[in-house]
């Protein structure tokens, strides 16, 4: 199996306190590796099927007080993690990243006429990012602001409204009180770069099925 040594760092990942480095989970026509490919961990789990049991790799990344360490396991399910039934929705991995089709989102009960894809990336940012209208509804709800074409502002004290998510057959929430940044900045942003941020692996326990392929998704259970 090869392993990639980078020739340069982003500033971002060279100044995260802890960070080694990036695993690469996406599908293989994303391998970057030069002068040749060389197999990968996806390449020996998607195509030579080296796991223990199940074709699935998992992420744990549950934020809540006393919480777990943070995981990622191959090989199997852990349902106790999961509050409930895993809801399941198809994956696209054209581009070779893991990426749904046709999310629909809801705020207070409303629904925001539009619809999107989305890539869950476990080495996202902090940031939710979406496409400019979803932010622009989502953000009508509350008492806010624009700071940039992209971006919002919000009351430091203001109780932000849960942002739902329809994903197959199931739906999934961001919950409003982590969607807003420490410093009273929304991290909903409107940039049209689809990715679900690390606020989704932190408050839902998700399930990487690469023979379907297909991602398998739930609240934390308490």
């Keep these: 199996m090869g392993v990639g040594v980078a020739t340069s760092v982003g500033k971002n990942i060279k100044d995260w306190a802890g960070m080694d480095g990036i695993l690469g989970l996406g599908f293989r026509e994303l391998n970057s590796a030069t002068p040749w490919k060389m197999a990968t961990l996806m390449y020996w789990l998607e195509i030579e099927k080296q796991t ?6 998992t992420v744990d990344f549950n934020i809540k007080a006393g919480a777990r360490t943070p995981t990622i396991e191959i090989g199997k399910i852990d349902r106790s993690k999961a509050a409930g039934n895993l809801g399941h929705v198809p994956v696209n991995n054209s581009t070779g990243f893991w990426t749904v089709d ?17 890539i869950f990336d476990t080495g996202g940012s902090g940031e939710v990012t979406v496409d400019l209208p979803v932010a622009e509804e989502y953000y009508a709800q509350v008492d806010s602001h624009k700071t940039s074409n992209t971006t919002f502002s919000v009351k430091c004290d203001a109780a932000l409204p849960d942002l739902k998510l329809y994903l197959g057959n199931s739906t999934a929430s961001y919950p409003g009180s982590i ?8 991290v909903l942003v409107g940039s049209g770069a689809h990715n679900v941020g690390a606020m989704f692996f932190q408050s839902h326990y998700v399930v990487f099925k690469y023979d379907e392929p297909a991602i398998l998704y739930a609240p934390f259970a308490d």
Excluded: R, W
């Design 179 to 186: 969607l807003k940044a420490g410093y009273c900045d929304g």
């Design 52 to 57: 223990p049991t199940e074709d699935v790799f």
């Design 102 to 118: 046709n999310i629909a989102f809801e705020v207070n009960g409303v629904a925001i006429n539009h619809t999107q894809s989305m």
